[in-house]
């Protein structure tokens, strides 16, 4: 979790980087550290696991399935597409 809030903390200082002198940053820094020491990270783990574990990952799959089938259809339908236009274009040009 340190490494975590570190980079995160990382993130907001460069938000902030121009709008603060270094003594409001590091006051700004210990509100943060304040905060951050009140999460209960045993209860949010729990309920990132509950979560987690409530994903119908066959729906996902599905899902994912079906929108990767449909990237390679539409590719398919571009090449198709150009294709059929330099076919066209090929054609006339011998028929002239």
Same mark, same amino acid.
């Given at each position: ?7 995160? *903390? ?5 938000? %902030? ?10 006051? !700004? ?11 209960? *990270? ?14 119908? *990952? ?9 929108? !990767? ?6 590719? #398919?339908?571009?090449?198709?597409? %150009? ?6 274009? #090929?054609?006339?040009?011998? #028929?002239?």
């Amino acid at each position: 979790m340190k490494v975590l809030e570190e980079k995160q *903390w990382k993130d907001v200082e460069k938000r %902030i980087a121009d709008a603060m002198s270094s003594a409001e940053k590091d006051a !700004l820094k210990c509100q943060y550290e304040k905060q951050l020491s009140k999460v209960d *990270w045993s209860k949010m783990k729990t309920k990132l696991t509950i979560a987690y574990d409530n994903i119908d *990952w066959n729906r996902v799959n599905e899902k994912l399935d079906n929108a !990767l089938t449909a990237i390679k259809i539409d590719s #398919l339908q571009q090449v198709y597409t %150009i294709a059929m236009t330099d076919l066209t274009t #090929l054609q006339k040009v011998l #028929l002239r």
